[in-house]
């Protein structure tokens, strides 16, 4: 084979190549557009360690996560913007004195059955310290687990349970205290759903 011909077909097998292992490469991960809103007076290192640890448990789902914090007094911040497509919202709220007594939810998702989508979700402060103060985690992975199990049903387009991991109704003392990787991470079907959620969410 003539030298020029060879060089040609060097460059043709490169160019193969580069389109395999381009396609071979994984597409980004989806971004999902959250704006938290603190009413409950925290120090703002506080609820940014919360949603680090929030972060990375949604990250489980290869899912990206871009927080906003808004901050209630400034009208014209980021938060004041109209929300754009596939946005969503998560509060953290103070219950009413004295309403907390035997076995009390950490929050809600609020879902359009029908859509089955949601834009809002609730957590709880106050349960959540009650837990805290028994010493098998601290606070802001807690709230952060509670963010994420939240924002778990909005994405998931469902208030459903699970019988394990991230997504089950209740999180008992022993299970803090044991702290399995399992207990703390979505299913392949619910991380494969969020995906799937959040990559319609963007477009």
């Known amino acids: 084979m003539a030298p020029s011909s060879i060089a040609l077909a ?37 609820v940014k360690a919360a949603l680090t640890e929030a972060g990375r448990l949604i990250a489980t789902a290869a899912v990206r996560v ?61 349960p959540i310290a009650k837990l805290t103060s028994e010493g098998p985690v601290d606070e802001a992975t807690l709230l952060g687990r509670a963010i994420a199990h939240e924002l778990g049903h909005l994405l998931l387009g469902s208030n459903a349970h699970s019988g394990g991991g991230l997504m089950r109704a209740v999180w008992t003392l022993d299970e803090l205290r044991r702290n399995r990787q399992s207990d703390w991470t979505f299913s392949e079907r619910q991380a494969a759903t969020i995906r799937r959620s959040a990559s319609v969410s963007v477009k």
Do not use: K
């Open 10 to 46: 060097a460059a043709a097998l490169v160019a193969a190549m580069s389109g395999t292992l381009d396609a071979a490469l994984p597409s980004p991960s989806p971004l999902v557009s959250v704006r938290v809103a603190d009413l409950t007076g925290r120090p703002i290192s506080d």
């Open 66 to 126: 871009d927080w906003t914090i808004c901050d209630l007094a400034d009208l014209s911040g980021p938060c004041s913007a109209p929300m754009a497509r596939g946005e969503r919202v998560v509060r953290i709220v103070a219950l009413p004195s004295g309403i907390i007594s035997g076995r009390v939810r950490l929050g809600y998702a609020v879902l359009d059955a029908t859509a089955q989508t949601g834009v809002l979700a609730t957590v709880y402060l106050d």
